[in-house]
């Protein structure tokens, strides 16, 4: 097969392409953090997976002391978004986004070498509109996370039932009408795992969930029981790109736990935190009854 390379007028094909060349300009080279090198990825201990694993714990993630460094391959989630839910508070934006980059320190410290963490969040609000996606861009890049990638998670075709046009048929104040959300999708000291294993997911998913936009029908809250449930098809997507079977997956805002119904489903090991004893109890009834 001949091999392509960067050019400065654009690559039709992309098979066995040499990006040395553009990943060696300045640009390229102004990230806030850099791999580790070989060697010292050789150097980090993995610990096994014991007893701390496959848990719900019915606490703060900003203490997740019993889960060991370097212990987790993935760490997925969905924060809560502080917009009035029944497990939100009315934080102002300065000590919402604290509390994210706490957590986001804590996933960071649990994570192995070349571990991922994949954050679903919406932009929320019209006036103002307020792009949480790049704040939480922002702040887990100085935590050190190095950035994979982003997802468009497109929830429905369209936004049945939503009548928030704003200024109807006219441009005075037209309001544009969410129908998706992003996961972000960042990892820790390298973009690739150093570590091989055993991975199950087939062509076909893998070609369409290496695509950017994801369409997945959103998940029912009256279903779950839970006021802003993902869908367990959207974790199990996640689950099978970016983890291997038998590795621990992470939700530090486990919600009704499906991260980790999912991660069971798929042979994984799972953690969860969540602060409602009520939802830990949820969480704990679908681990056993949809993680078979």
């Excluded at 893998?206 to 802003?228: C, D, M, N, Y």
Aim: glycine share 8%; hydrophobic share 40%.
């Amino acid at each position: 097969m001949a091999k392509t390379q960067t050019s400065s007028f654009g690559t039709g094909k992309r098979e066995a392409h040499d990006s040395s060349e553009f990943y060696a300009r300045t640009m390229m080279q102004e990230s806030q953090a850099q791999p580790l090198s070989p060697e010292e990825l050789a150097g980090i201990e993995i610990p096994a997976v014991g007893p701390w694993a496959n848990k719900i714990y019915s606490k703060d993630a900003r203490q997740m002391e019993a889960v060991p460094e370097n212990a987790v391959a993935l760490a997925f989630t969905s924060p809560p978004y502080n917009v009035g839910k029944d497990y939100d508070g009315d934080m102002d934006l300065g000590a919402y986004l604290g509390l994210i980059r706490d957590v986001g320190a804590e996933v960071y410290r649990v994570l192995r070498p070349g571990g991922r963490f994949l954050v679903n969040i919406a932009n929320v609000g019209r006036k103002p509109y307020l792009p949480l996606h790049a704040y939480f861009w922002q702040l887990f890049l100085e935590l050190g996370f190095l950035p994979m990638g982003e997802i468009i998670w497109q929830k429905a075709k369209g936004a049945s039932g939503s009548c928030a046009w704003g200024s109807w048929l006219s441009a005075r104040a037209p309001r544009l009408r969410d129908v998706h959300e992003y996961i972000l999708v960042l990892v820790k000291q390298a973009y690739s795992r150093p570590d091989k294993g055993e991975s199950d997911i087939s062509r076909d998913a893998f070609l369409e969930s290496t695509l950017s936009v994801w369409k997945i029908q959103a998940e029912s809250a009256r279903k779950v029981g839970h006021p802003a449930p993902f869908p367990m098809a959207l974790a199990e997507r996640v689950i099978q790109l970016y983890s291997y079977r038998g590795d621990v997956v992470l939700d530090p805002f486990a919600g009704s736990g499906t991260t980790c119904a999912a991660a069971k489903k798929l042979g994984r090991a799972y953690v969860g935190y969540e602060v409602s004893e009520g939802y830990c109890a949820l969480a704990e009834e679908r681990i056993v009854t949809e993680g078979l």
